[in-house]
């Protein structure tokens, strides 16, 4: 481009120039993610249906490989838990509540005694 080019160009920006307005939002926009949702506004229609996995546990043990190998039909392994001690209800691996073994219609059932509340949990897991 020539001189004489540029110096049109300058002249047609400053004539055209105008002061540009803003306007104000009644609400801050936040793209920061760490921004916390009121519990209000969470739609939890979108996870009702995802899958988990819940398993009652009534105790454990922990054997070497020889006895392991050597268990069959019949044999008694020995849990952590004495006869009457409440079952853990564990969803995903993580403790959510504790209960008791009950049968309704010939199908073994839990009945809940006490749930884990969600503070509770949180602390477990540190």
């Known amino acids: 481009m020539s001189e004489d ?4 160009a300058d002249e047609n920006v400053d004539d ?7 306007e104000e939002f009644e609400q801050p926009y ?5 921004v916390e949702t009121p519990v209000d506004e969470i739609n939890m229609d979108v996870i009702l249906d995802v899958p988990v996995t819940i398993a009652m546990e009534i105790g454990r043990a922990q054997i070497n490989i020889r006895n392991l190998l050597q268990l069959n039909q019949g044999s008694v392994v020995e849990l952590d838990r004495f006869a009457g001690e409440p079952l853990d ?3 995903n691996g993580t403790l959510i509540a504790h209960g008791e073994v009950v049968v309704v219609n010939d199908k073994f059932g839990i009945r809940l005694t006490e749930v884990i509340s969600p503070s509770e949990r949180v602390k477990r897991l540190s």
């Open 5 to 8: 080019s540029n110096e049109f």
């Open 16 to 22: 055209n120039m105008e002061t540009a307005t803003f």
């Open 30 to 34: 936040y793209d920061d993610k760490s």
């Open 89 to 91: 209800v564990l969803v």
